[in-house]
């Protein structure tokens, strides 16, 4: 195995490692033959008109879908085969995830609601505490923290959910259309975080974007179609 | 599809509870008018004393009346005996109607549809001199397992007398009732030892196809009115199955108030179903909103929905009620029978009104439990502003505490009301029954709060993730949350309340016990439990037992009707000088502390009496007795919890002036030498079969099995409204689990485990349970209030003891906890398997 990998590959692990993913839904072929493969850190984007399957392949990396075929390794485990329970804890403690329409939630003010992913991974509370404003001071909402999400606007909403995307130290966030209901000023901050402490944190990121603007943030672009990734 | 059938089950079952408790009561309680038509056709007119009662000089003043050929008179006697069957322990009571066969006779329906009295007998003066002989009818032959010539043996009036069945009469259509003996006039004095006495005469008109003519039957009225003498009065028959039914007004009222509960209930789940389907359409109805459909075309669409179930429903639920009157019937015939009067289970008819009472309140209900999710449909905003987050808009009044406050305040207003009097002279606590309708609505609509507020204090202790996520949703207090506490705030509200009634009614009647039965012994006539009966034993068996050596003294009751200005009351002759000094009672005015008027006969009166007749003070009660209208005036006031209707005592002599017999009903024995207690007992009931003899033990365990008895229906009822309860709370976190949707999925996104979920909704569920606890105990302990201080001293004119059953509401309390956490999980792992 080894022989076959580059160098870089083996100074930096990879976070994600989709083969030959296949997926339907009755008679509709919606994911038809994935591969991919993201390096630890590594930004990636995924474009491809609506209806191509992008939300689908993000909702098999992480585990909600099971796949009809191929395999998936996060942090260098195999998904398939794995219980609910396990796929559980392999998605809470490996991965973060950022909805195009938030979803925080509802009834926890923003502090919580980036606390409640750390809790439930088990990170002790000091750490827990100190982790959590440290990450709300970086997105910029210190000031917000015990509001409730329906007192946030938008971007604001959004800054929790990549703070909670990256709370518990995960190694891949899927980002699925992070700035579609956004305006572009709140849309370009978003990315800016996105960028900054994917950086910082040395968090893989795969998002799917309608907008070449946001690609800029991206170490690299990839286009899928029908189901399939586009060579290139 | 299965999701409509089950609301159809809801609204079938509400409907049905209620037609069949309203059927099942007015069969127990009002099936005089049966025999009449089973045996002398109907009878037209009653002549009847004020306290049901008519001595053989009454009979004689109306011979004129009797020559009139337009109508013919039908003397009867009526009363209870207890058929024991032949070689056995079983027992039964029965009703026992005697008739003057000579006057039957003549009878022209008789006459032409030939009812036969006899085999062998070619004519009907045959019949004469049947002393000792009884009919019955096939259903009551079947029972006691007798056939024609049988002998058969009764307990009445204290004697076990043989009587001989001349005939079983016979009764294709399964009209007569199954508990009718009839026998000869003067068989019937000898067995009930009420010699020359009867109960009514009945007329019956000669031309009885002119029964539609109401001016001819106004001339017949008319002119027997004019020719009877004054003590007696006349009345058309309706109107003494309307007096019976009248007698149990309070006890059906009960029942009734307590069916409507089971239809609010059912109401409240369709509500919460209507809402489910609601809730569980949001994007959808959503779309169409975005697609500019018009708001009302959805409330049409929805109210509609609802009508349809309600129909079908109703419909339904009919039949259903005639399944539960059958079972319930017999229960609450037990009831009457220990309560009232010995009553039989016939009748059991549904009448037009049935069916459309049913359909009215089957759709009425149902379309105001359609209302509001309609409503909550219409204001559903367009999908573009749905996205946003979890909605529930029709139901953000909730969130108000104005409506519910104003309700309390309107139920204490209702207080000041003055009780209703109804026909029977019972009275009616409207404003009692309108406080706590008001109180219990009112608490439902603010219980929502209540779940804020604790949520809100046990939040801070709650770290973990579950805990947190639960107690933050609890906290945050949805319509839907608020609504899911409501319903059972109903029903633990309305539980404890009951809890609370029937614990204070039998600590009170222990107490009463402990203070009043000081006796040795007790005997009363065998069989016969209820206070609405009031045959009595045979005096001459009394006086013979009464020589037993072991006596030393003997408190003998005697009681009979009498007739008050407005319903009937109990008039008792009693040993007044024992009464007053020796006797125990718990007396609420002691024997002297009130003055008895001059001119009037000094009386001690129950609590019941002296409510009743407004002299808790002191004054004079005028008494239509069978010598006349009489003065009583009360010297003291006891406690008393055995009828409803009251009880003035006088002096046993006076009580024997005025009424013209020496019957007596019961005896207290004191003895000579109580080590010999047992002894005695059992050598009194080896003598006298026809009595019971009982000691103080057993007495109260007749008197506790009767109470036991009364709150059977209550009981059972009470059960039905939690189990509905229950079903509406796993419907409403049904519902929110629908609302949360996009919660949940976040949480699945998050990593959240399947078992987080579960236990986080078990959580949900039991802090619901908590809250709903917390909300009903406050209600319940009100209603408590009320039903011991308002509504038991209007509508029976009793004061309770108010017992609180501190551990019963705490373990109450528990049950509602784990029963709210496993609704909860049980809705999570249900919602999780239909995802
Ligand atoms: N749960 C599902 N059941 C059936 N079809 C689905 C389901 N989820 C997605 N699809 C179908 O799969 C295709 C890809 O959908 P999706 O992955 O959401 O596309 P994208 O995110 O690229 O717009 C679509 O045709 C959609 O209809
Ligand atoms: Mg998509």
Redesign the pocket.
Known sequence: MFLNENIKDQIKPVALSVADVRKS??K?D?LKGIDLKIDAGERVALM?P????????LNCICGIEPVDHGSIHVGGQELSGLKRGELEKVRRENMGYVFQSFHLLPTLNAFENVEFAAQLVGMPKEHRLARVTDLLEQVGLSHRMDHLPSALSGGERQRVAIARALVHHPRLVLADEPTGSLDTESGSQVLKLLKSLSEELEVALLL?THDHESTRICDRVIT?KDGALLAG | MGHYFLLLGIVAVGVGAFNGIRQASRSASANFGLFNQAVSGQSDFLIESPVQRLLEEDLAKLTRLSKEPDWHLVPVIEGSVTAVKNGSEDKKQLRLIGLDLLALGNLPTLAKEGLKFSDEDANWYDWLGSKNEVWVGQKTADLLEVKQGDSISFLASGRLVKMKIRMILNDPDGNLPDDLVLADLPTVQTLLSRPGELNRVEVVIDQVNRREDTAYLNDIENRLARELPQNLSLAPTQNRAADRAAMTAAFRLNLTILSLIAILVGAYLILQALDAAVVRRRSEIATLRSLGVDGSILFTTYVLEALVLGLFGSVAGVGVGQVLAFGAVGMLSDTVNALYFATSVEALNLTSIDVIVGLVLGIVFSLLAGWLPARDATQTPPAQVLARGDWSPGFSWLRSPVIGLGLLLLGGIALLFPPFVMEAGSNMPVGGFLAAGCWILGAALLSGHVLVLLAGWVRPFCSGPVFRLASSRLRDGSSRHRLAVAGLVVAVSMVTGMFQMIDSFRGTIEEWFDVRFQADLYISESGVTGAGTVNGIDPRLMDELLKDPNIKYADVMRICYAKPPRGVTVLAGVDMKHWSDQARQIWLKAPGSLQAVDGAEPALVSETFARRFGVMAGGVVELGTPDGTKKISPFGIFCDYGNEFGMAAISSDIWSDWTGSDRPINVSLYLRDRAKLLETRDRLRLAYPGLDVRNERELRDVALGIFEQTFKATDALSFIGLAVAFAGLLLGLLSIFDESTQTWQTLKHLGFSTHGFILAAGLEGAGIGVAAWVAGAITGLALGWLLVFVINVQSFGWTLLWTVPVESILWFGLLLTVVGFVSGMIAAIYWNFRR
């Open positions: 839904f009755g509709v919606v491809g609506s209806g191509s399957g992008k939300s689908t392949l799917v899928m």
